[in-house]
Structures are given as C-alpha cells and as structure tokens.
C-alpha cells in the first residue's frame, strides 16, 4: 500500500492559481500512475486529472481541461497538481490518489487516496 500526503490547498481568491502536492511512499513511484479528485460538500467524488507511471499521456475532466495541469516528478515521488483560472465552483476537499492499474484514465481504478487538502475559491 501506497502512503499519500497532500499539501498546498488555501484560500484564494477567484481567477487566482494554486499548485497541489501530493507527496507518496511505501511504494516505488515510477510504478504507480497517479490522479487527482476533489468532493464538494453534498456532492460526489470528482474525478479530473491523471497521469501514467512515465508521465505521458495525461487525462482531465471537462469542468478543468485548460485550467488544471497534472504533473510527476518521480525522482522526487511527488505528484502536482496546478491550477489556473480558479473558479468558486472549484472550492472542495482535494484528494490525491494512486493506482497500479494500467487503466489509469477510470477513476474506479484508485485505491489508495491521500487525508485530503481544503481548497477555497471566494469570488
């Protein structure tokens, strides 16, 4: 089992940028591909970004395609998260996850999932 620690989240303003991190270990990171979720009060866990063991082929959500950037760097086993154009609709508990499936792209394939970090966008 992968150990997952979130950090970065705040309080920005809208418009603004933050950059998530997500720190692992109890695993060799180049072998786990990784993603990010957030849930929202009242609503469901969202799926947006994930990003293949070498750091290839990338996948995001509609709701932040263009605004979110998904990032590794597996010498420092740390996966990030940037996000641009921050909305109030984006406020939410941010969850990074870990999966060693290779269907990295469905959200059903994590399994191991960080404490969470509070994001809030005030408008």
């Known amino acids: 089992q992968v150990q997952l620690v979130e950090s970065g989240g705040g309080l920005v303003q809208a418009g603004g940028s933050l950059r998530l991190s997500c720190a692992a270990s109890?695993?060799?990171?180049?072998?786990?591909?990784m993603g990010w979720f957030r849930q929202a009060p009242g609503k469901e866990r969202e799926f947006l970004a994930a990003i293949p063991r070498s750091g290839g082929n990338t996948y995001y959500a509609d709701s932040v395609k263009g605004r979110f950037t998904i990032s590794r760097d597996n010498a420092k086993n740390t996966v990030y998260l940037q996000m641009n154009s921050l909305k109030p609709e984006d406020t939410a508990v941010y969850y990074c996850?870990?999966?060693?499936?290779?269907?990295?792209?469905?959200?059903?394939?994590?399994?191991?999932w960080g404490q969470g970090t509070q994001v809030t966008v005030s408008s």
């Open positions: 109890g695993r060799t990171f180049s072998t786990i591909a």
């Open positions: 996850a870990a999966t060693s499936s290779y269907y990295y792209t469905t959200g059903a394939a994590y399994d191991s």
